[in-house]
């Protein structure tokens, strides 16, 4: 059996930038420990299987060791599939079952906007692994139901932060997003995020952690639309408009690869 395989680069419109992401386009369900062994063989941060439904795409996440409830970057890769491929119109909106409900992509000229629900932190107690793991002393503690989320005094902060990866993945959560106000540039806030505990030391750009950026500094900042720089070695760009209980991303893919799998 051969099914369609994509490699997209995510968040980004440069090839080799951004989050890589996989994208097996499925005629049907298959099951998890298959979906499993295929992330793991691609080894990348996250791998997507779209199968077609009558209203919306299935679709599901898996890192190399472990499913995800949500995934920006791979909805995003997911959704530039669908259209370039023809699977689905450039105008129409792509729709997603997923384990954190229905999300939703459309494609607005370059850009890909998303609708996902906001994940805002909540003030939380830092465990002491977390102190330790990244070695200061945060401005501000939170926690959602994902992650840990801190915000630090300073971009130069966040850019050089070396975490201690063995400490970070003992914490209680998928992982932890670190932040600080950016210095200019166009850019509002900067951030890294980091996922030990499911495979993935470093994510390059993280959607799902844009859920909680962008309501935390539409507040602080009193901004209704942000634009976010996730300062990973890869790099790239998120877009964010929070509204209530959902928070728009958008983002820019690019297709580096594709294939077939064969199995």
């Known amino acids: 059996m051969s099914i369609p395989m994509y490699i997209v680069d995510a968040f980004t419109k440069e090839r080799f930038k951004g989050n890589p992401a996989a994208v097996c386009v499925l005629d049907a369900p298959r099951g998890e420990e298959w979906m499993q062994r295929v992330a ?14 009558e ?25 530039h599939v669908l259209w370039e491929s023809g699977r689905l119109a450039k105008d129409e909106t792509a729709y997603f079952a997923t384990k954190s409900g229905l999300l939703s992509a459309k494609a607005s000229g370059e850009w890909i906007e998303m609708d996902f629900p906001a994940e805002a932190p909540e003030p939380a107690v ?25 915000e630090v005094d300073g971009e130069e902060t966040v850019r050089t932060l070396r975490p201690d990866f063995g400490l970070i993945a003992r914490i209680p959560a998928r992982g932890v997003i670190v932040t600080s106000r950016a210095e200019g540039g166009g850019i509002d806030f900067v951030s890294r995020a980091f996922f030990p505990g499911t495979g993935i030391d470093e994510d390059p750009v993280t959607g799902s952690a844009h859920c909680a950026l962008a309501p935390y500094w539409a507040k602080r900042l009193r901004k209704e639309e942000l634009t976010g720089y996730q300062a990973s070695g890869r790099g790239g760009i998120v877009k964010a408009r929070p ?14 690869l594709s294939g077939r799998l064969e199995g």
């Open 126 to 150: 830092a465990p002491e692994e977390l102190l330790q793991g990244l070695g200061l002393i945060p401005r501000f503690v939170g926690r959602n139901r994902m992650d840990y989320f801190v």
């Open 243 to 256: 509204a209530g209980d959902r928070v728009g991303l958008s983002g820019q893919a690019i297709t580096v």
């Open 40 to 53: 793991s063989e691609m080894n990348l941060p996250e791998t997507a299987f779209v199968v077609p439904g």
């Open 55 to 79: 209203a919306s795409f299935g679709l599901r996440w898996f890192t190399p060791v472990a499913e995800v409830d949500l995934c920006g970057h791979a909805t995003l890769a997911t959704a």
